[in-house]
């Protein structure tokens, strides 16, 4: 069974800050996907990234990069000078082939002024 | 290119119940799953439609039933509501190859129901 883990459940920065939402997995096995989600208030869950188990390369997106590191079995994303506008809810998810979607409890990001 | 779409937005029940929710998928996508997410949690998985018929579900009670048509669009049904069914459906489309999801899940905007 898959299980996802968001250990911080809520953060709050100041804006410009530099910001890390952890996620940590559990899978048996060797070809998974992970995959990023930000949920605004409106509700809607924007997808952000996917990676997949061989492929362990850091990605850079904007102000957006996402650490992967498959020894610790994590999947970190970085904001980089917060905006307000990130203030939302962030998932972390898993997906192994033949199975489902499994999300984690999600980490609320607010963003001072 | 319209994205995956729900109907309705909101839906107000009482517990005994039955209630329908409506999804229609991104273009081009042909599996649906529904999630259902209560507040402050995380989406839980419900049940994935490809080709009409159920493929995968998650441990929710046969209360919960669906359906996808032939043009890809899919229903949830959930009978005899419950006050904790209260929750955001979200409805999920993707293109999704034997060896794994050849797309990311696009989600919809949800239907918020409440259970009085």
């Known amino acids: 069974a898959q299980k996802v883990t968001q250990a911080q459940t809520e953060i709050s920065v100041v804006e410009k800050e530099d910001v890390t939402l952890d996620c940590v997995y559990e899978?048996?096995?060797?070809?998974?996907?992970l995959f990023w989600y930000k949920q605004p208030p409106s509700g809607e869950l924007v997808f952000l990234i996917r990676?997949?188990?061989?492929?362990?390369q850091n990605e850079i997106s904007g102000r957006y990069s996402w650490n992967f590191q498959k020894s610790t079995s994590s999947f970190n994303f970085t904001i980089t000078a917060s905006q307000v506008v990130d203030s939302a809810v962030y998932f972390c998810a898993s997906f192994v082939s033949g199975s489902r979607l499994t999300f984690g409890e999600g980490t609320q990001l607010t963003v001072n002024p | 290119d319209a994205g995956v779409t729900q109907s309705p937005t909101h839906l107000i029940k009482t517990r005994g119940q039955q209630v329908t929710l409506r999804c229609s998928p991104k273009?081009?996508?042909?599996?649906v799953s529904w999630y259902q997410q209560a507040l402050g949690q995380g989406p839980q998985f419900i049940f994935q439609y490809y080709e009409e018929e159920e493929r995968q579900r998650g441990n929710f009670p046969d209360r919960f039933s669906g359906h996808q048509f032939p043009n890809y669009s899919s229903e949830l049904n959930v009978n005899a509501l419950l006050l904790g069914d209260s929750a955001l459906y979200l409805c999920?489309?993707?293109?999704?190859?034997?060896?794994?999801?050849?797309?990311?899940?696009?989600f919809g905007p949800g239907t918020r129901l409440t259970v009085l």
């Open positions: 273009s081009g996508h042909d599996t």
């Open positions: 999920a489309s993707s293109l999704v190859g034997v060896q794994g999801p050849l797309s990311e899940q696009f």
């Open positions: 899978t048996r096995d060797t070809t998974y996907y």
């Open positions: 990676r997949n188990s061989f492929d362990e």
